[in-house]
């Protein structure tokens, strides 16, 4: 019991900072949706920030890990893999956008803790597909180049089609960025 009033307050203050930022987020209304009274959120977090922190960190590598432990995990295909998880419009919210780049934008400039998990978290991305570009390098299914810089330009691009796609709210915006890094993504196959 003890672990789900964690997990519904980890899911449920999440949800509220994606859909509102951190500080449009109610405190009443993330309670209320995990349906936790407020001393109960207190045995697990000291406050707002503690909680909304730590449901950013676990929330966001959780979608890392369903998204790239599985590519890596393969024997091969790494960078049909990875394309084909980009492709799928299914693993992204195009309304509210990519949530590592809200809370960025919201927060980073505000608030040192907020910067520095930001910054962790960002890097653990660039890092994800700079590991699976690595594999493929590693089994041969791509030209030998420097990972890490590519790495750099998807993870920019990614997060330029999403915020394209958002703000025209047109879906296709994503899908035709991603058709065009797909085919660059490619050209380093072997």
């Known amino acids: 019991m003890e672990n789900n009033t964690r997990i519904n307050l980890i899911n449920s203050s999440f949800d509220e900072i994606y859909k509102k930022g951190y500080q449009g987020a ?12 407020k001393g109960s959120m207190y045995h697990f977090f000291a406050n707002k920030k503690e909680l909304a922190l730590v449901s950013i ?3 966001i590598y959780e979608r ?28 992204r919210d ?28 960002y890097q653990t991305f660039r890092k994800n597909i700079n590991n699976i ?6 089994k041969n299914e791509m030209k ?23 703000a025209t709210g047109n879906v296709k915006d994503y ?4 058709d065009i890094l797909s085919s660059y993504i490619l050209s380093f196959r072997l």
């Open 64 to 91: 890392f890990s369903q998204r790239y432990s599985a590519i890596l995990q393969l024997e091969s295909n790494y960078l049909e893999a990875f394309i084909k998880s980009i492709k799928d419009v299914k693993q």
């Open 175 to 178: 899908i035709d960025v991603i």
């Open 144 to 166: 030998q180049c420097d990972t890490a810089k590519l790495a750099l330009y998807i993870v920019s691009t990614l997060e330029g089609a999403i915020l394209s796609a958002k």
């Open 94 to 121: 195009f309304n509210l956008g990519c949530p590592i780049a809200t809370v960025i934008q919201e927060m980073s400039n505000l608030d040192d803790d907020f910067k520095i998990l930001m910054k962790e978290i």
């Open 133 to 138: 570009l690595d594999k493929a390098v590693e």
């Open 26 to 37: 109610s405190l009443t209304t993330i309670l209320k949706n995990a349906k936790v009274h």
């Open 57 to 59: 960190k676990e929330k």
